[in-house]
């Protein structure tokens, strides 16, 4: 059974980076998307972007230029830098791996942490 | 950018009733389309995905369809355990989520 679990920092200065690491068990990052998805509190789902198991990204145009996912295969996990950070950036950030390699739908999530970004 | 918008925002139904979401694209994504369905707390679970396909443990009263634009999530008869919000995605291009449909109880 896959499973995943965000981790990282739950307060980041303004200006800042945030960053975020999901490790990943019962399955090898080496296949599928894997995705980063944040909510802000109160609100409805913002897809981040993903990083496939050949290494290419899709990043969210939004936020492009301040988004990088990357993957550590050693250690079978991904990670999430988001630079530059403002309150807008408080959400819970989700991590989700698709059901399987046909497209980013997303059959397995992280039970999300809240990143809030305040001085 | 590719914008998803989903009606109604809010739907009040009782349990036993049929009813259905929909989802409109700004434009075509072909059939590369999910729902979810997500509980207060809680991450979203995959209930749909390329528009028809039901995931697997997702019981059977829930159903897609569509393709191109217009798309829609229907569940058969609302069980207690059906009350919360649902989104769908697009990953045609770029990914991009609808502002959900919190279902409530009558």
């Known amino acids: 059974q896959v499973q995943l679990q965000e981790s990282g920092p739950g307060l980041v200065k303004p200006s800042e980076t945030l960053s975020l690491t999901c490790s990943v068990s019962g399955g090898s990052i080496n296949s599928n998307y894997w995705n980063w998805i944040r909510q802000p509190p109160g609100k409805g789902l913002e897809w981040i972007g993903y990083i496939y198991a050949t290494g290419s990204n899709n990043y969210n145009p939004s936020l492009k230029g301040r988004v990088t996912i990357s993957a550590d295969t050693s250690n079978n996990q991904f990670s999430l830098k988001l630079t530059s950070v403002t309150a807008a950036d408080t959400a819970v950030y989700y991590c989700?791996?698709?059901?399987?390699?046909?497209?980013?739908?997303?059959?397995?999530w992280g039970q999300g942490t809240l990143v809030t970004v305040s001085s | 950018d590719i914008q998803m918008t989903q009606s109604p925002s809010t739907l009040s139904a009782s349990l036993g009733d049929r009813v259905t979401i929909t989802c409109r694209a700004s434009q075509s994504i072909s059939g590369w389309l999910a729902w979810y369905q997500q509980k207060p707390g809680k991450a979203p679970k995959l209930l749909i995905y390329q528009a028809s396909s039901l995931e697997s443990g997702v019981p059977s009263r829930f159903s897609g369809s569509g393709s191109g634009t217009e798309f829609t999530l229907t569940i058969s008869s609302l069980q207690p355990d059906d009350f919360a919000t649902y989104y769908c995605?697009?990953?045609?291009?770029?990914?991009?989520f609808g502002q959900g449909t919190k279902l409530e109880i009558k």
């Open positions: 995605q697009q990953y045609n291009s770029y990914s991009t």
């Open positions: 989700a791996r698709s059901r399987d390699s046909r497209g980013p739908h997303l059959g397995y």
